[in-house]
Each structure stands twice: as C-alpha cells, then as structure tokens.
C-alpha cells in the first residue's frame, strides 16, 4: 500500500486533527488457482520462507481428497531442502511443477 496522501476537513477556525498516521502496511499473500477456477490463499505478515510454504503445502493437501499439482515459480523457498524433503515423503499426495524462470507472466497468481 503506497498511497500516503490524507486529507480531513475541519471546522472553520479550528486546526484539524488527523488521527490516523498515514505510515505504510505490508501485506503478504500466497495462493493458489484450481483447474477449475476455486481459488485459495493465505495473508500474512511475516516474510515468506520455507517453513510458510510448507504451512501452504500442508494445508493445500489436507483440503483435497485425490493428489495436488502445483505449478510454482522459482522462489527459493520453494526448491529449499526442506521442502524438498517433506514433498518426497508426500509424493502421493502433491506434486509441484515449476515455471521456466525467464517468464514470470506465465503465472496466473501474478496478477491476483
């Protein structure tokens, strides 16, 4: 969020106050895109790292009854060890593909 102009009014003869301070927030969100068209996503705070991917994994898996493709970007949490590991021990259930890293607009989730 980067816009910053506020603007209040006031009574005549009296010096406004704005309450709110006008600093900027940082909001993060992961998601993911169904074949066929359900959306699913998750907003956070913190910085994305591999343990978050895979709070997103876990959870993607536990949402879905047969297995789960996912078609990812070249994050470097999602080809992290971790990561690595845990999807091995779950290949049944989910399977990730990645995206050439020379085409970002290939990703649907970029312009959610």
């Known amino acids: 969020?980067?816009?910053?102009?506020?603007?209040?009014?006031?009574?005549?003869?009296?010096?406004?106050?704005?309450?709110?301070?006008?600093?900027?927030?940082?909001?993060?969100?992961?998601?993911?895109?169904?074949?066929?068209?359900?959306?699913?996503?998750?907003?956070?705070?913190?910085?994305?790292?591999?343990?978050?991917f895979l709070k997103f994994l876990k959870r993607s898996i536990r949402q879905k009854i047969e297995r789960c493709f996912l078609i990812v970007d070249n994050h470097r949490s999602h080809k992290s060890k971790k990561v690595n590991t845990w999807l091995r021990i779950n290949e049944e259930k989910i399977r990730i593909y990645f995206l050439p890293s020379n085409y970002p607009e290939l990703n649907p989730d970029e312009f959610f």
């Open 1 to 52: 969020m980067r816009h910053n102009v506020r603007r209040t009014y006031g009574l005549k003869g009296k010096t406004p106050i704005v309450t709110h301070t006008g600093n900027r927030f940082l909001c993060n969100m992961i998601s993911a895109i169904t074949n066929v068209g359900k959306l699913s996503f998750m907003n956070f705070d913190e910085n994305f790292t591999e343990d978050f």
